[in-house]
């Protein structure tokens, strides 16, 4: 089986059929770093720079991140259930994929057209309203990953508990 780079729907089927092995879920957890990696240099490659903004920044994203993780393992099914960590890794690589591509995207946008609108006739200091812009999309695109892994760890585990549901109704007496 390869990789989904892209479908995160087969690869939630497959996940909540059982159908990705631990080497797999190797190569999406390995994926899923160079991703992250990808998305905390992000700052950096769209123009950023070090200060106390940039510290601010982390700590939110941080936080977001802390509440993400456990909302996703909520929505796994808690304490009862099961792959969590593989199944984190794994949609990390099509839900990641999609958003660092949209991040570049509207970063890209960001760089070269806030300098149109953006002056010192309409702002007393552009670059500070470029820094909290981009702070802004930091955040929103932490968020945006979260709830779209616990969207769907949420769809497997109601899966899971349908085909328990239907399984266990197999195993009954016919009247």
């Known amino acids: 089986?390869?990789?989904?780079?892209?479908?995160?729907?087969?690869?939630?089927?497959?996940?909540?059929?059982?159908?990705?092995?631990?080497?797999?879920?190797?190569w999406y957890a390995m994926w899923s770093?160079?991703?992250?990696?990808?998305?905390?240099y992000y700052a950096y490659w769209f123009g950023g720079d070090r200060g106390w903004l940039l510290f601010i920044e982390f700590g939110a994203v941080c936080v977001i991140s802390l509440i993400g993780l456990h909302e996703c393992f909520k929505s796994n099914g808690g304490v009862d259930g099961l792959h969590?960590?593989?199944?984190l890794f794994c949609l990390g690589v099509p839900?990641?994929?999609k958003l660092a591509i949209a991040s570049a995207l509207v970063g890209q946008l960001v760089y070269f057209g806030f300098p149109r609108f953006a002056t010192a006739?309409?702002?007393?200091?552009?670059?500070?309203v470029y820094q909290?812009?981009?702070?802004?999309?930091?955040?929103?695109?932490?968020?945006?990953?979260?709830?779209?892994i616990a969207y769907h760890m949420a769809r497997m585990a109601r899966r899971e508990r349908s085909n328990t549901a239907v399984q266990s109704d197999a195993k009954l007496p016919p009247i």
């Open 95 to 97: 839900v990641g994929l």
């Open 33 to 40: 770093v160079v991703i992250a990696v990808q998305t905390l």
């Open 121 to 128: 006739g309409l702002f007393r200091d552009p670059y500070f």
């Open 1 to 26: 089986m390869a990789i989904h780079w892209w479908h995160t729907h087969k690869l939630v089927e497959e996940l909540a059929e059982e159908r990705v092995t631990e080497q797999q879920s190797l």
């Open 84 to 87: 969590f960590l593989k199944r």
């Open 132 to 148: 909290l812009v981009s702070f802004f999309i930091a955040g929103s695109f932490t968020v945006v990953y979260y709830w779209r």
